[in-house]
């Protein structure tokens, strides 16, 4: 099939051997895929980034009182000229003060009897930025890798404490993909658990290995759907996109870890993550939009490192769920995956 976009092109269905879920392209709900533009900008456009323009937040620096309790910052040391800077959430979801649960009560056999747990857990807050007019594709790739160093740092940390079983890495960008502050963060949950999209992922993954002997993510990439690439990483709309211009990056070489990863690499990623973004601003005119970090549970079993890999997914909010998502798990997606790469490989961003 063509996978150039014509009125003579028909609907489709793909299942996600990695999520686990079914996708219905259907080309008949779409306008043609040049002209998704996004009609509410996660920020206003400011081509002359100014890093001591006005406003200001408690996330600027000079304001770090008015902010929950420090973690920890980047540089070490810095003292008050730092770049970035972890912090608890001032609202979290999750309470560090609760006692966690029971060793055995988040194990799936507990769940048969167990329906509830105390919400202990870790919820924090990564400023990517001291200055309140920056955003992270505005940074330098060096500077988006420490960003990134920075998630491993804290993850290595939950790792250390014991009872945290899966750690979500997540950026929410403008109001409408959940955003409560406009300057430039990302946030980190520690979990007790393992959650279930997670445990779905580890039996799908799990499935394709035990059918074909091969890791479904090393197989992932191929020259229709791919976007770009680098040394490490290459990212691609994946073929079984369950949202349009929904976009993978994901290391070229098999790791299950995303807190593996070292100063080159996440140097590299920094690179491909920046201009991904600047790709989606400047063709669907600054969406909102979501990325996470998939990668495996702290504790995972050697025997399941051949099939779990990690990456980078990022979801530009172009239109939303409606009933028939929410009822089926299915997810319709008006634009084919090779359509929306091909579009983007187009757009001229230099970073």
Not at 159 to 172: A, D, L, M, T
Not at 307 to 320: A, C, G
Request: proline residues 9%.
């Amino acid at each position: 099939m063509s996978s150039s976009s014509s009125p003579s092109r028909i609907s489709e269905i793909r299942r996600d051997a990695v999520f686990d879920r079914w996708v219905v392209f259907s080309p008949a709900r779409a306008r043609r895929p040049s002209d998704f533009k996004s009609h509410a900008p996660a920020s206003n456009p400011n081509p002359n980034r100014n890093p001591n323009a006005l406003p200001s937040c408690p996330f600027c620096i000079g304001r770090e009182s008015e902010c929950a309790p420090e973690i920890f910052r980047l540089p070490a040391g810095c003292g008050a000229t730092w770049k970035i800077r972890v912090i608890e959430n001032l609202f979290p979801a999750l309470r560090r003060d609760v006692e966690p649960p029971v060793p055995g009560d988040t194990a799936d056999a507990a769940w048969l009897v167990k329906l509830s747990l105390p919400g202990f857990g870790f919820h924090d807050v990564v400023i990517e930025t001291p200055y309140h007019s920056m955003h992270l594709p505005d940074l330098s790739p060096q500077e988006a890798g420490e960003v990134l160093l920075a998630y491993k740092e804290r993850i290595l940390q939950f790792k250390r404490h014991g009872s945290i079983k899966y750690v979500q890495v997540f950026k929410n960008h403008g109001a409408s993909a959940g955003a409560s502050m406009s300057h430039s963060h990302s946030q980190i949950m520690g979990l007790p658990l393992i959650p279930p999209t997670v445990a779905a992922r580890l039996n799908a993954t799990k499935e394709w290995f035990e059918r074909t002997g091969k890791c479904s993510l090393c197989e992932i990439r191929s020259e229709e759907i791919l976007i770009n690439e680098t040394v490490h990483f290459f990212a691609i709309v994946p073929f079984a996109a369950s949202y349009p211009f929904e976009i993978w990056i994901v290391p070229r070489h098999h790791s299950s870890h995303f807190h593996d990863i070292d100063s080159e690499k996440a140097a590299d990623l920094g690179s491909l993550l920046k201009l991904m973004l600047r790709k989606l601003s400047k063709q669907l005119n600054d969406p909102p939009y979501n990325f996470m970090i998939h990668a495996a549970p702290l504790e995972l079993a050697p025997s399941c490192l051949p099939y779990m890999h990690w990456f980078l997914q990022i979801v530009p909010q172009l239109n939303r769920l409606a009933g028939f998502e929410m009822a089926s798990g299915c997810f319709i997606n008006p634009v084919f995956p090779e359509d929306a790469a091909k579009v983007l490989r187009e757009v001229d961003c230099s970073i």
